[in-house]
């Protein structure tokens, strides 16, 4: 039997750090042995994980009140009702949902959240327009909000994939960056002079379409080469 010399906890026989403390278990005496049976079960460590997130999220919620009420309050004794605190009271809860959300998700799947975000900054934009006015939100804002969120998860999604190899990974991404920068221009040029118009976007569009290719090619020989090599038995 062993006892952690940090904080003197009874130790298993499986156990190679403790449990408690996390301090690494040498005993000359007594080897730790892996295929022994564990003294509690293995979910416990998931359980203090799911701990430690809550708290944490309690703690930035707790936080992120003490500017959002202090910004209300003043404005409403400033002002006598609630005007330039609407801005900086939406931008705080915007942060607190992008950073408290995650903290509640044991293995966060990255495309969830990028979806979110585009969900919850579409959510906060059409929140400043209510109070800003203005006819930037739905012809310029939400669909460049749409296309970088689309972009990235497009990307996210390509990444993770484990069917496609490295060559289509990155065909894929640069035809991302090509459409991305196509549709960013345009929407820009409708906004600005409302006419479809491609200028600087055509520079970045070309080279990515140009290394695409690339890619593809010498993606294609590798390949060649590789079925060549096995046919012939080397
Ligand atoms: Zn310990």
Same mark, same amino acid.
């Given at each position: ?105 044991? %293995?966060?799947? #990255?495309? !969830?959240? =990028?979806?979110?975000?585009? &969900?919850?900054?579409?959510? @906060?934009?059409? /929140? *400043?327009? $209510? ?31 484990? %069917?496609?190899? #490295?060559? !289509?990974? =990155?065909?894929?991404?640069? &035809?991302?960056?090509?459409? @991305?920068?196509? /549709? *960013?221009? $345009? ?48």
């Amino acid at each position: 039997m062993s006892y952690c010399v940090n904080c003197g906890v009874e130790l298993g026989a499986s156990e190679k750090r403790c449990p408690l403390c996390g301090v690494e278990v040498i005993n000359p005496a007594e080897r730790s042995d892996p295929s022994a049976q564990t003294p509690y079960p293995r979910s416990v460590e998931r359980v203090r994980h799911r701990v430690i997130r809550v708290a944490a999220a309690r703690v930035l919620s707790l936080l992120m009140c003490i500017p959002l009420i202090s910004i209300l309050l003043i404005d409403l004794i400033q002002d006598g009702a609630l005007t330039w605190s609407l801005i900086p009271a939406a931008s705080i809860v915007f942060a607190f949902m992008a950073l408290v959300f995650p903290c509640l998700f044991e %293995r966060p799947k #990255v495309w !969830l959240f =990028l979806l979110f975000g585009t &969900l919850e900054t579409a959510l @906060f934009l059409f /929140v *400043l327009k $209510m109070i800003l006015g203005g006819d930037w939100l739905w012809l310029f804002a939400l669909p460049v909000t749409a296309l970088t969120g689309a972009a990235l998860i497009g990307v996210c999604l390509m990444l993770g994939s484990r %069917r496609a190899g #490295v060559p !289509l990974k =990155l065909i894929v991404m640069l &035809l991302i960056m090509m459409v @991305f920068v196509l /549709v *960013l221009q $345009m929407l820009i040029e409708i906004h600005l002079h409302r006419c479809i118009r491609f200028s600087w976007s055509i520079y970045a569009a070309i080279p990515c379409a140009l290394l695409s290719l690339v890619v593809l090619i010498i993606g294609r020989l590798i390949q060649r080469s590789e079925s060549f090599r096995k046919k012939m038995f080397f």
